[in-house]
Nanobody, 122 residues
């Protein structure tokens, strides 16, 4: 199983980025596909998740008005569209997959991508 995250980069505050996570190696029926992020010196935290089959989604309140999660099952890809980026969004963003019952519990995700770095300058 592979999760390949991409799309990060160095941007200025107010800019947009779209992260992609291409998944392969198994079917993900019933799985939650999620994005976590780890800011410098901090723990990794849940950002957004979406049911691969159901399409139900959950996004943390602090970014709900700026970030959107989506998936394209035909392309085996999960996206995180980020708008109006702020310096505090600077982090390594990871995609993850698992039969999670709790969106934000890291241990319930069994497959992880390698992370893509997003740096937002002020």
């Amino acid at each position: 199983v592979q999760l390949q995250a991409s799309g990060g980069g160095l941007v200025e505050a107010g800019d947009s980025l779209k992260l992609s996570c291409v998944v392969s190696g198994r079917t993900f029926t019933g799985y939650i596909m999620a994005w976590f992020r780890q800011a410098p010196g901090k723990e990794r935290r849940f950002v957004a998740g979406m049911g691969w089959t159901s399409g139900n989604s959950n996004i943390i309140n602090s970014v709900k008005d700026r970030f959107t999660i989506s998936r394209d099952r035909a392309k085996n890809t999960v996206y995180l569209q980020m708008k109006s980026l702020k310096p505090e969004d600077t982090a390594v963003y990871y995609c993850a997959a698992g039969r999670a019952r709790d969106w934000d519990v890291e241990s319930q995700y069994v497959y992880w991508g390698q992370g893509t770095l997003v740096t937002v300058s002020s």
